[in-house]
């Protein structure tokens, strides 16, 4: 960080020195990145031509596809990689040993696997899902091919295998030894600039009251990223000198960020539902009360984050939240007679939320200093013992629908296969079950197919000038391969490291390597080219209308299966096992709001009313499960019937929400708050709590203009 | 120690096994010492890593071949 510093401060002295670092910074480690993936390239061609192995062309894509700029990637794409050809293998051999004579059976077990393997590849994250897909191909290639020899098989799985080994091992070894890049520093920097993030939202008390919509900009940066995190942090376990410690502090991290994020959205949306029928004594009040907060976080907001400056924070922040409490406690003490019942019920919970927010933050630093303190001097400040889960929701309804996608594919392309009688269109197959794969899981499938497509015909153009003029013309041995090849492996790589070109890219390879003639000793058949290029872009057209057929996925059905889905959590917290904790329910809601916005194709507006929903569910979802686990703390004397028919009526309203149950449910909870105010004196920590929560749950009721219910207009 | 050892009905090249027992082996040695932080004082740890690799898988190679 002190280096950072000077090298500021230089560069304000020097222009061509912030040059410099701008382009160290940004252009050159695509640089390395294309340098370090061409000889990976050509040392996976060369050590598979020098041990023979019929079919160099797979080691090299392998080096392409398992490629990436971070080497914690590249090692956890590598050993799913790995895995999933295993598999693979496996189970090609088992069905060409078992169904090679009877094409019924066989082509009925292979859409069978295909289906799971997309069905696996769509359900799992990360390059957990690069498995599923390996193994749903690694069986194209291996049984398709000597589907007329089937003897053969045995030979041809283990030479597939032997190099994509080789491949593998090239790509690990260049990437970590050549200039390495790790993730585990990228997420540090991650880590980092979210902080500071944080502390600028907060610091800036127009961020929670304004009500002006320029500031959702803002906002919405602050609730993006967890998801994403969480997957570098995945990947950078692969890596080394990222230790258990470190991968503890940032589950933390994540959490808490989590936590506070929901905190602060739930705070900010009150707020807006209290203006505009509630007293401005209320809004006043809660303002003065944030004063003193977004004052002192305003002094470290700009700073860089040293470890003292950090230790001041925390200690700022506990003597913020000390005053804050006890002036709530004044302020809820002033309001009483002056507010009617709901109003005051506003109060208690967004007051709450503000304390709670504060707690929140005060945790966050705390954990943030541990990992600075960390890794500065590998000795821990405090013990992080509870292990955090982060766990992920994959919709059932999408997963089959990828699952039908991927079978329906293949037996499609079989039965082209089978009524035209065309030798070549074996690479047909592969290549339309490959994108029903590999694309699936992308944002927006179809431009990705046309982007391929796209990618495909221009590398098939580029592979005829290599085929028929480059490498007859000017190779003679390994070398001046190597050298010919070279310039295209860079620009290929160059174009992997473009998010907008990663379709055409992924075309350009897969059509590249096996069109260009890469084998052990140049032959080249302009008819055995010219055909099998047909047949791989039909089978790209075959996959584009796959994508275009199986997608009835509107905008509405979305919002109905979120609805769905979010109310059946509530219902589940209501009645079932208390083991759920607060991080679970976050992480699968966020998740399963992330895939739903890349799969779901919600418009902004939907896709606000879907964060909405999220948040309301989160909110009523914890406070339920602290309700819960309050009362089974307290006193049996104080454990009144109307708690449980609280309870019981939410549950009831998200069963089938309507407004009549609504207005059961509100007067349900008044009754429930009026019993416990009633005894307020007895047990008075725990019923205190619970009068929060269930004026936190009816405020949020009450004035909340949304439930996750399908509404008529909101898709247009 | 034998050219090729047959697994399974299998013949095959002793160094796969001989590879994939260090892999295993490698994985261990390497879980080891990132836990311990030894990682942290070393220069160039995937280097370190990709040379501790080398030395055991090359060890009981050598035996093969010599």
């Known amino acids: 960080m002190q280096a950072d510093k000077t090298l500021m401060i230089s560069a304000k002295a020097f222009p061509w020195k912030r040059a410099l670092h701008e382009w160290l910074s940004m252009d050159a480690p695509i640089l390395i990145y294309m340098v370090k993936a061409t000889i990976a390239g050509l040392i996976a061609l060369w050590i598979s031509m020098k041990l023979n192995l019929p079919d160099p062309r797979t080691a090299i894509f392998t080096v392409f596809i398992v490629m990436q700029p971070q080497s914690g990637l590249v090692f956890s794409k590598s050993y799913y990689r790995v895995v999933g050809t295993i598999v693979g293998v496996g189970i090609s051999l088992i069905l060409m040993g078992m169904f090679a004579q009877d094409p019924i059976w066989f082509i009925g077990f292979f859409a069978l696997w295909i289906g ?87 610091a800036d008390p127009d961020s929670i009251f304004g009500t002006d919509e320029d500031a959702h900009a803002q906002t919405a940066r602050f609730s993006s990223g967890v998801v994403g995190l969480h997957a570098i942090r995945i990947n950078s376990a692969y890596e080394s000198g990222a230790d258990r410690k470190d991968r503890q502090h940032s589950q933390h991290l994540n959490h808490e960020y989590m936590n506070l994020s929901t905190t602060f959205h739930s705070l900010k ?52 939240k000390n005053t ?76 089959a629908l990828a699952a039908l996608r991927g079978s329906g594919v293949l037996l499609v392309t079989m039965g082209f296969w089978i009524a035209t009688g065309w030798p ?11 994108i029903g794969l590999l694309i699936g899981t992308l944002p927006s499938p179809l431009d990705a197919v046309i982007n391929f497509f796209k990618g495909g015909v221009s590398a098939i153009i580029l592979a005829a000038v290599y085929d028929f003029y480059i490498i007859p013309e000017f190779t003679s041995d390994l070398l001046t391969l190597s050298l010919v090849l070279a310039p295209v492996l860079a620009l290929v790589a160059w174009w992997t490291t473009q998010p907008k070109w990663s379709g055409f890219a992924l075309g350009f390879i ?68 208390l083991t759920l904790q607060r991080s679970a329910l976050e992480s699968t809601g966020r998740d399963l709001i992330q895939q739903f916005s890349t799969q779901g194709r919600l418009n902004m507006r939907s896709s606000r ?47 089938t929400p309507s407004e009549a149950l609504r207005n059961a449910l509100l007067n349900t909870l008044q009754n429930t708050l009026d019993d416990l105010r009633l005894s307020e004196n007895g047990d008075s920590n725990r019923l205190q709590s619970l009068i929060t929560e269930f004026a936190l749950i009816r405020t949020v009721l009450l004035r909340v203009d949304s439930f996750p219910m399908i509404t008529e207009d909101s898709c247009r | 120690m034998p050219l090729d050892i047959t697994l399974f009905g299998i013949q095959m090249p002793t160094l796969l096994p001989i590879f994939a027992a260090s892999a295993v082996l490698q994985i261990l040695f390497d879980r080891v010492m990132s836990d311990t932080g030894f990682y942290n004082h070393v220069w160039h740890p995937g280097l370190f890593r990709t040379a501790v690799f080398i030395c055991i898988f090359t060890i009981p190679s050598l035996f093969i071949y010599h």
């Not at chain 1, 002094?299 to 200690?315: E, W």
């Not at chain 1, 796959?546 to 109310?567: D, E, G, P």
Request: net charge neutral; aromatic share 10%.
């Open chain 1, 116 to 202: 799971i393997c997309t069905a696996a590849g769509f359900k799992y994250r990360n390059f957990q899902s690069y498995g599923f897909v390996l193994a749903g191909y690694t069986l194209c290639i291996v049984a398709l091919p000597v589907i007329e020899t089937p003897l053969e098989v045995f030979d041809i799985a283990v030479s597939r295998f032997s190099e994509v080994v080789v491949g593998i091992m090239c790509a690990t070894i260049i990437s970590d030894i050549i200039f390495p890049r790790h993730l585990s520093d990228s997420l540090l920097t991650a880590e980092r600039e979210r902080f500071g993030n944080i502390l600028s939202t907060l």
């Open chain 1, 269 to 320: 949306n009150m707020i807006r539902l209290l203006e505009p029928n509630t007293s401005k004594e209320v809004t006043d009040t809660l303002i003065n009360l944030y004063a003193p907060i977004a004052s002192s976080l305003k002094r470290f907001s700009s700073t860089v984050f040293s470890a003292d400056d950090l230790n001041r924070i925390i200690q700022e922040l506990l003597e913020v």
């Open chain 1, 324 to 399: 804050i409490i006890s002036r709530v406690k004044r302020e809820e003490e002033r309001l009483q007679p002056l507010l009617d019942e709901d109003a005051y019920d506003a109060f208690i919970a967004t007051s709450y939320l503000m304390i709670r927010l504060l707690n929140e933050l005060h945790i966050h630093c705390v954990t943030y200093l541990s990992l600075l303190k960390h890794r500065l001097s590998g000795k821990t400040s405090n013990e992080l013992n509870r292990v955090v889960r982060f766990s992920t929701h994959t919709d059932n309804v999408l997963v």
């Open chain 1, 424 to 434: 070549y269109a074996t690479f047909t197959i592969t290549l339309a079950v490959v």
């Open chain 1, 510 to 577: 897969f059509l590249f390597m096996y069109e260009c003639a890469l084998d052990p000793y140049f032959k080249i058949d302009p008819t055995l080219f010219l055909e099998s290029s047909l047949a791989y872009l039909i089978g790209i057209i075959f996959a584009g209308a796959a994508y275009l057929l199986v997608n009835f996925w509107s905008c509405s059905l979305t919002q109905r299966r979120v609805a769905k889905i979010l109310r059946r959590q509530i219902i589940t917290l209501c009645e079932g096992q």
């Open chain 1, 609 to 655: 009313l879907v964060f909405e929903w999220l948040l309301l569910t989160l909110e009523i979802g914890r406070a339920i499960v602290s309700i819960r686990r309050t009362l089974q703390r307290l006193h049996p004397q104080y454990r009144y019937e109307s708690i449980d028919n609280g309870l019981k009526s939410i549950r009831v309203f998200f069963e």
